[in-house]
């Protein structure tokens, strides 16, 4: 599709003259089904992410796994395409066909300044996976202290589990440094209750 090519380079003049031509600016294409403006936010090409929304592409069109163009800038950490599909009024919320949200991809893929963003305009640091997995298990499992202190300040708990019954701590003092582990502490993660040092 030349419109989705043209998103996924940048190229708006080409954009413009396809549209121009009769071009639907909301169709999807390809084997993941992204429309430009998906294409636009995947490849972080802000000024033609502006130039669709304003031309009327729906900020919460989704793929064919049911992720928005939000989540995939999130987690790309495209943070100024983050923020014109904060402004334009993006669901920032929705899941994909994993349970996945933006703020988990951010968080899961270490961009802390895009996670800051999510969760000023009101990101639920509390959204889990099916699994019961939270943002704050993506930044444990990973060692990004910052992140899960980010969390930690904008109401995640600390405390939650999952169906297996891991907790963050649990799953941090498997893969994570020592200062991941205090955070947690500090914040009155416990292990699960059926572990041997559980509380």
């Given at each position: 599709?030349?419109?989705?090519?043209?998103?996924?380079?940048?190229?708006?003049?080409?954009?413009?003259?396809?549209?121009?031509?009769?071009?639907?600016?909301?169709?999807?294409?390809?084997?993941?089904?992204?429309?430009?403006?998906?294409?636009?936010?995947?490849?972080?090409?802000?000024?033609?992410?502006?130039?669709?929304?304003?031309?009327?592409?729906?900020?919460?069109?989704?793929?064919?796994?049911?992720?928005?163009?939000?989540?995939?800038?999130?987690?790309?950490?495209?943070?100024?395409?983050?923020?014109?599909?904060?402004e334009a009024h993006a669901g920032i919320d929705i899941t994909d066909r994993n349970g996945v949200t933006p703020l988990y991809a951010?968080?899961?893929?270490?961009?802390?300044?895009?996670?800051?963003?999510?969760?000023?305009?009101?990101?639920?640091?509390?959204?889990?996976?099916?699994?019961?997995?939270?943002?704050?298990?993506?930044?444990?499992?990973?060692?990004?202290?910052?992140?899960?202190?980010?969390?930690?300040?904008?109401?995640?708990?600390?405390?939650?589990?999952?169906?297996?019954?891991?907790?963050?701590?649990?799953?941090?003092?498997?893969?994570?440094?020592?200062?991941?582990?205090?955070?947690?502490?500090?914040?009155?993660?416990?292990?699960?209750?059926?572990?041997?040092?559980?509380?």
């Amino acid at each position: 599709m030349p419109l989705l090519i043209a998103a996924a380079a940048g190229r708006l003049e080409e954009i413009d003259r396809l549209l121009d031509n009769g071009a639907a600016i909301n169709a999807s294409s390809g084997k993941n089904a992204l429309t430009a403006l998906g294409a636009a936010a995947l490849n972080g090409h802000t000024a033609v992410v502006k130039h669709l929304l304003a031309k009327g592409a729906r900020e919460d069109a989704r793929t064919e796994t049911l992720e928005t163009p939000l989540l995939l800038a999130a987690g790309k950490g495209h943070r100024d395409v983050v923020d014109l599909l904060i402004e334009a009024h993006a669901g920032i919320d929705i899941t994909d066909r994993n349970g996945v949200t933006p703020l988990y991809a951010a968080a899961r893929a270490g961009f802390l300044p895009v996670v800051e963003a999510l969760l000023d305009a009101g990101a639920n640091p509390n959204a889990n996976l099916p699994n019961g997995e939270s943002p704050l298990f993506a930044a444990a499992e990973r060692d990004r202290v910052e992140i899960a202190r980010a969390l930690l300040d904008m109401g995640a708990l600390a405390t939650v589990h999952t169906y297996s019954h891991e907790t963050p701590l649990s799953i941090a003092r498997k893969k994570a440094g020592a200062p991941m582990v205090a955070l947690l502490e500090k914040a009155g993660a416990r292990m699960p209750v059926d572990s041997p040092d559980g509380r």
